[in-house]
């Protein structure tokens, strides 16, 4: 049997504090080619923080992050973007004001032209680049919903929570990125909207050859369906690694959730 | 084919017919001279304004300039010469009208900044104000061709902003806020010390010149028939009015807009999808403020003489109230809220003095009750008219 | 040197800075609850000193003339209508945006401010010429060698010195204090404690607009005139003070407040030709600051929640 597969993302004893409060300790975690995995932990485990700290929202006060065996602890958020990670992020950030397409296309800024000579003068080639951007786009709508598809010139303002994390993850994905990092995608939504978001979430993972999820979820029956192995963190340290199953089996993780018996 | 022509025309007619009485209403509005007769126009005019957006007509002019973009533009701008030829020997309307023009320049500026970009800037009147400086001291000390003191004003006001803000732009919102105030207020002292620059008295201008084309003397066409000088700057107002309109326009409708209206959402969302945030907000308080100096060195020609008395902060606030109340990030709302704003207190001249406090009232109105102001802006279509299947 | 004239800018820097600070620990103390920029609070200081000076010729019309009486009396008319004017404000034009973007609060106060400033050009009689500002104040001095300390000035600094070590004890010390405190650090948690937060907000701009009042006497006192436009200026000089100081942090609003003071006295030290270029001067090493160090001096408050 060969060794562990090489993780494309990993971090090296990752510390993060904000005062005197401890996000993040020591913390080790690998994330392997191709896997969807699951980051679970009660409130304040440090999830979000992790997500933040590897986009470079926050810098690291310990240790260090690996991508495809690249440091990338000190890169900025646009730097991490670059590199080819995207996310979603805990509280819907959409700009509610903006059209789907908009939206959409904010997350594909790398693989504009953002030239100003090219967007004012060069209207034929802009034109050009628009209706290829807009067919790519709504081909990656209708993997998530075909009538959403028809509705990209509306304000995102007037959907349903469901559609807008439908349209955030395209925002995240549209870029083609490696690693997509999901935060909570489900939260506020009922139980068919979430079995419906995972359904889209499962066929974006077919379709694209080469993307590895890392999705962050309070919804067990989500970890279980969809992720190949999980991470369980608490108090900012990682108390548990491996499929669901062994680790919802694990003593110390249902301490973590439940509280000493 | 006829029917299909037949339905075009329908389309076009409202906004056609808007336009019209609009022009009407324009010319009757600066005819008059009696105090009741403009509290009687303004009553009406409201009146008819109230009923158009009942019975659809406000909705019927806004398809037929989605329907025909450029043709209602041409129209639009072809009312303004209407309209300033029914006043040709009136050297003080065709001012005013000028005036209206110029600070819709200057206000397609501030939507830039702050309509897209989310830049606030106070010193909008200091921005103009070094543009007309500019103006008069290329005019009396160089040749330069007064084309190019124009784009020299507009060139010098990019530039200052560009260094007044730069250090600042890692930062958020009320930074520019503080410093484009704190720079509004220096500026008029600013002047005032600097006897080079004219002191309190203020600089004499030269008047524009174009091509030989001298634009301080009146029109003679024929033996008495004369029109007056303004008309001229009228028309050089015209122009820069249609092309500040034309690129504002067209940069909303491309990435770069897409771009600031980003940055001015979520900063930090943004941020994560490889934005340099302060390339944008830079590139939107250049590209305002080189419209702002431009127009500020027409302004200058056309007066003939400029005052630091010009450049209140009080001015500056003018042209922020201009732009919330017209509908922040919509060139059309810019158009209405100026024309109103400028002519106003000008016709009804009890509210002169109280010009400022009016307009402060009204912009408080407007963001407690009707934050997108008088029309807001539509969302971003990148070319009129495109569907896409 | 001349220790005499140092002795005098000295001073100078000194009521100064007092000043910048009390109008900059207003600024915090609305941004640090309310993540909010009050605009009109420099315009806030200039309508309390109005109202002290009309407070005083009320007084002066009905025979009250000695300012044993009339000192409190004027300080205690201009901060109560500040603070009931502050509590206004946050009523009817702050909190109803609180959902609207950050900007528009901005905006809001800033007209407001303009609106208070013509209300004064505008209404108050011949308001649009500066008013003298009476001395209430003892004015004989006391000499120190070549420095002369003037009586009134150092009852002014020891006052101002009093209120600020005054609000720094309500909002460590007291319930009130922890309120706000807790309101300003995580406002739904706050709420779930059963802290009444409209009433919080209500009481900390009270707080801020009094202070701008008590500022507002100060500076009529000091110079002996006040004039409608004021507000602007010594409000904008007092924001940037915040600033530097890190914006939510009192002890920073202070410390940029006589920071702004000694920049403005070294540019009128070094520059002595022309006064406007001190203000160039201390507002370009402002510029500075902030670009250096943008959450100022001592730490802004973190707001954002990702």
Request: one cysteine or more; aromatic letters at 10%; charged letters at 15%.
């Amino acid at each position: 049997m060969t060794g562990a597969p090489e993780a494309l993302l990993a971090a090296r004893g990752l510390g993060k504090h904000f005062g005197g409060l401890v996000a993040l300790e020591d913390l080790h975690l690998e994330v392997r080619e191709n896997e969807i995995l699951g980051l679970i932990g009660p409130n304040g485990s440090g999830k979000t923080t992790f997500f933040n700290v590897i986009t470079g929202i926050y810098a690291a006060d310990a240790g260090t992050v690996l991508f495809g065996g690249r440091e990338i602890t000190n890169l900025s958020a646009q730097g991490v973007y670059r590199a080819g990670i995207a996310r979603t992020f805990q509280r819907s950030r959409l700009s509610l004001s903006l059209s789907i397409f908009d939206n959409i296309m904010v997350g594909n800024h790398k693989r504009l032209n953002q030239g100003l000579w090219f967007n004012l003068v060069q209207r034929g080639a802009f034109r050009r680049e628009l209706e290829e951007n807009y067919a790519m786009a709504r081909e990656l709508v209708t993997v998530f919903d075909a009538p959403l598809a028809d509705r990209m010139f509306e304000a995102v303002g007037g959907f349903a929570m469901i559609d807008r994390r439908r349209i955030e993850i395209c925002r995240a994905l549209v870029s083609r990125p490696k690693v997509l990092l999901l935060d909570e995608p489900s939260a506020g939504m009922t139980h068919d909207e979430t079995k419906q978001l995972m359904d889209d979430i499962m066929q974006v993972k077919e379709s694209f050859e080469d993307l590895t999820i890392v999705i962050i979820e309070h919804e067990m029956g989500v970890i279980e369906r969809i992720t190949n192995r999980c991470v369980v963190l608490n108090f900012g340290r990682k108390i548990c690694e491996g499929t669901y199953q062994e680790v919802a089996a694990d003593p110390m993780v249902q301490e973590a959730y439940l509280g000493l018996e | 084919m006829a029917e299909g022509a037949g339905k075009q025309r329908n389309a076009l007619l409202p906004g056609i017919v808007g336009i019209a009485v609009v022009t009407v209403y324009l010319i009757l509005f600066l005819s008059v001279e009696s105090q009741l007769g403009v509290a009687l126009l303004l009553a009406g005019g409201a009146a008819v304004v109230l009923l158009a957006a009942k019975f659809g007509g406000i909705a019927g002019m806004r398809q037929s300039f989605a329907a025909q973009e450029r043709g209602m533009n041409g129209v639009a701008l072809l009312s303004v010469v209407v309209i300033a030829g029914f006043f040709y020997e009136d050297h003080f309307t065709l001012l005013m009208i000028t005036v209206v023009l110029i600070f819709m320049v200057a206000s397609l500026g501030l939507t830039v900044q702050f309509g897209f970009a989310g830049v606030l800037n106070f010193a909008g009147a200091a921005f103009m104000g070094i543009g007309c400086y500019t103006a008069a001291v290329l005019t009396k000390n160089t040749a330069l061709p007064h084309v190019f003191v124009i784009l020299a004003g507009g060139l010098m006001a990019a530039l200052i902003g560009a260094l007044l803000l730069y250090p600042v732009l890692r930062t958020r919102g009320h930074y520019s806020a503080v410093i484009t105030i704190a720079f509004a207020l220096l500026f008029k002292t600013f002047l005032e010390v600097n006897d080079a620059l004219g002191g309190p008295q203020g600089l004499r201008v030269d008047g524009m010149n174009v091509f030989g084309w001298e634009l301080n003397d009146n029109i003679a066409l024929g033996d008495d028939f004369e029109i007056s000088f303004y008309f001229s700057y009228v028309i050089a107002g015209l122009v820069l009015l249609a092309l500040a309109f034309a690129f504002v326009r067209r940069l909303e409708r491309s990435w770069i807009g897409l771009n600031m209206d980003a940055v001015r959402l979520d900063e930090t969302a943004t941020a994560c999808f490889g934005y340099n945030i302060s390339r944008w907000k830079i590139t939107a308080f250049t590209i305002g403020n080189f419209l702002v100096g431009m127009v500020g060195a027409l302004y200058a020609m056309m007066l003939g003489f400029i005052a630091p008395t010009n450049f209140t902060f009080g001015d500056s606030l003018i042209l922020v109230s201009i732009v919330l109340l017209g509908g922040i990030g919509n060139p059309w709302g810019i158009a209405v809220a100026t024309t109103i704003v400028v002519i106003l207190p000008e016709k009804l001249q009890i509210i002169q003095e109280y010009r400022f406090l009016l307009y402060a009232v009204m912009v408080i109105l407007v963001l407690l009750y009707r934050p997108l102001g008088l029309l807001p802006r539509p969302l971003r279509s990148y070319f009129p008219g495109w569907v896409p299947k | 040197m001349d220790v005499g004239l140092v002795g005098q800018y000295v001073m100078n820097g000194l009521m100064l800075g007092m000043m910048y600070a009390l109008v900059a620990v207003g600024f915090t103390l609305f941004f640090g609850v309310l993540d909010v920029i009050n605009f009109s609070h420099g315009d806030s200081l200039m309508v309390g000193a109005f109202t002290g000076l009309a407070t005083y010729l009320g007084l002066d019309a009905m025979g009250v003339v000695w300012p044993v009486v009339q000192v409190p009396v004027v300080l205690a008319a201009a901060v109560a209508m500040m603070a009931l004017l502050g509590a206004l404000i946050a009523r009817y034009l702050v909190l109803p945006l609180k959902s609207a973007p950050p900007l528009n609060t901005l905006l809001i106060t800033l007209m407001l401010g303009t609106v208070l400033r013509e209300g004064i050009r505008l209404f108050y009689p011949e308001g649009s010429n500066p008013k003298p500002f009476p001395s209430l104040l003892p004015t004989h001095s006391a000499e120190f060698g070549n420095f002369t300390l003037r009586v009134d000035n150092a009852m002014m600094l020891l006052a101002g010195l009093v209120v600020i070590v005054g609000v720094h004890l309500m909002i460590n010390r007291t319930k009130l204090g922890l309120a706000i405190r807790a309101v300003a650090q995580d406002e739904e948690t706050a709420k779930t404690m059963g802290i009444n937060f409209t009433r919080v907000v209500l009481v900390t701009f009270a707080l801020g607009s009094g202070l701008a009042a008590f500022a507002g006497i100060l500076n009529g006192l000091y110079y002996n005139e006040i004039n409608f436009g004021i507000g602007l200026l010594l409000g904008v000089i007092g924001f940037s003070s915040a600033i530097i100081g890190g914006l939510g942090n009192i002890y920073g609003a202070i410390i940029g407040g006589f920071l702004f003071a000694t920049l403005q006295t070294i540019g009128a030290v070094a520059l002595p030709f022309a006064s406007a270029y001190k203000d160039v001067f201390a507002f370009g090493v402002v510029i500075l600051i902030m670009a250096v160090r943008p959450t100022g001096l001592l730490s802004e408050k973190v707001s954002e929640r990702v």
